[in-house]
């Protein structure tokens, strides 16, 4: 029975090493950004706007913190609820703000919340990706939706519309389906 607690002990701290290489999330330290996001929300003609610190981390990769990634959540003319992506980098507190469900392509739904925020991509890729899930009602049933975002070598992040519109009648359920489906499409385009 000894040997095989150490040998599980062994394996998880060999895996636990590898965890420390790669893309990860981090619970945020710090509500600096706040007003930034918050700010810029509503000069976008969000009012009631509301950062959703659960879904808010700080993305680190090999250890180097490479920005903020910020969920939150406003309304629109009071009555459409909207979700947005917001990203603070560096000096940079509003280095990436969008819309997202409620707005632009998915102006036909309403946001209810951020269901989860995770890493699609492996530890050794090069092209980091990140995902959103998103709990919303479209005409009084709910449903999931996503967006795909991409981080560049120089701490910026992108809306990857690609391999989003690939996830968008996917049915995918939770992070785990979805970075196996993402790692099945990298494959298929190798």
């Known amino acids: 029975m000894k040997a095989i607690n150490f040998f599980v002990g062994a394996v998880l701290s060999i895996s636990s090493a590898f965890s420390v290489a790669g893309t990860t999330l981090k619970k945020i330290d710090s509500n600096s950004f706040n007003d930034f996001v918050t700010e810029k929300a509503s000069s976008t003609g969000l009012s009631n706007v509301k950062i959703d610190t659960t879904q808010t981390f700080d993305i680190f990769t090999n250890n180097k913190k490479l920005g903020t990634l910020v969920q939150g959540k406003g309304w ?30 998915w102006e036909t739904v309403d946001c209810d919340k951020v269901q989860a925020v995770g890493i699609l991509s492996r530890s050794d890729d090069k092209n980091v990706k990140i995902a959103v899930i998103y709990k919303v ?54």
């Open 76 to 105: 629109l003319r009071d009555v459409h609820p909207v979700c947005f992506i917001g990203w603070s980098a560096g000096h940079r507190p509003d280095a990436f703000f969008m819309q997202t469900m409620g707005a632009d392509d």
């Open 137 to 190: 009602d479209v005409r009084g049933q709910y449903s999931q939706d996503y967006v795909v975002l991409g981080v560049k070598d120089d701490e910026d992040i992108f809306y990857d519309k690609d391999t989003t519109e690939h996830f968008q009648n996917s049915y995918v359920k939770d992070l785990a389906s979805m970075r196996k489906e993402y790692q099945k499409l990298v494959n298929d385009n190798k």
